[in-house]
Each structure stands twice: as C-alpha cells, then as structure tokens.
C-alpha cells in the first residue's frame, strides 16, 4: 500500500515545489511597455502612491515633456520610475532631456544597452535615468532611479545598475 501512494505523493511535492517557483518568480520581475521586464532586487516593490506620483511630477513636470509614468518601483532609499514618451521618438526625447535647464548635469554618456544614460540633480534629488526605445514598438522610455542619497545614486550609476535590471 505504500508504494501505491509514492509515485501520487511525488507527483504532488512536485507540482507544489513548481507552483512555489512560478509565483516567486513573478514577483522578481515586472512587465512595462510591450513586454519589457524590470528585475526587481528583494527590497524593491511596485507600488501605486499619490505621494510617489507627486514626487515624480516635482522632477518631470514641464509643459514640453509628455512621460507619462507607467511603473513606480519604491524602495526605503529611493524610487524608480519608469515613464514612456508617448508624442516624441528617441532622439527628441533626448534632446528635450538634455535641454532642461533645472537638471544639472554630472555626468551624460551612451552605454551598451541603453541610448543615454545620464547622472544629474534637481530639486534636491540625485537622479540616474537612462532613456531607450522599446523594442516592439520603438517607443522611447525614461527610466529614473531617484534618491536624495548622492552616494546611493552615485554608486548604481557608476556600476550601471538599470543595465542589469532591465531586459
């Protein structure tokens, strides 16, 4: 009698073990745009808060942008925001970025993975965005990890952490 629940015991750890990875995967990652993932690190969240969204409209909030926010990625030390320019291709979102006078720019560069990646303060806060286009439909995406711990922000940029969460 034993043996004849083995292999249905078995069989069920096993469909309990895979059901477990599937949902702890899902959580490690979100989708944005057309099936664009963001790895999210342990302590990373994807949230839903107007204080965020008012955060996010302190930095972005001129008449000439149209990035709507998409995804808000929300840690203890800082925020991710990932937003789509809906009305302008690449190279206008780019130039209508760097054209900002209230960014002050550290540091401006290309990468391998993304189009711009850039280093720059505003309002208090130290932000490293890199700006893309999806691949699906060449929509381009502002990405911005935003912190007002300078070393933080610093340390993502320079180790290009947004090139490791985003595929």
């Known amino acids: ?6 292999p249905i015991l078995l069989a069920f750890v096993t469909l309990l073990m895979f059901n477990c990875k599937s949902s702890t995967s899902k959580t490690d990652s979100i ?12 302590s990373e969240k994807e949230i839903s808060s107007s204080h965020l969204i008012d955060l996010y409209e302190t930095i972005w909030d001129y008449p000439e942008f149209n990035l709507p926010i998409n995804k808000v990625i ?20 780019i130039e209508q970025v760097l054209n900002t ?24 806060f130290y932000i490293y965005s890199v700006i893309y286009a999806e691949k699906v439909q060449d929509i381009p995406f502002v990405i911005s990890w935003v912190s007002k711990n300078e070393e933080l922000i610093s340390k993502a940029y320079n180790n290009q952490k947004l090139d490791e969460k985003i595929n």
């Open 1 to 6: 009698m034993k043996k004849k629940y083995t």
């Open 31 to 42: 989708t944005y745009g057309y099936n664009e993932n963001f790895k999210l690190s342990e």
């Open 74 to 93: 929300s840690h203890d030390d800082y925020q991710i925001f990932i937003a789509a320019a809906i009305e302008n291709n690449l190279e206008e979102t």
């Open 101 to 124: 006078k209230e960014f002050n720019f550290i540091n401006k560069e290309e990468s391998e993975k993304f189009t711009k990646q850039l280093l720059y303060t505003h309002n208090g």
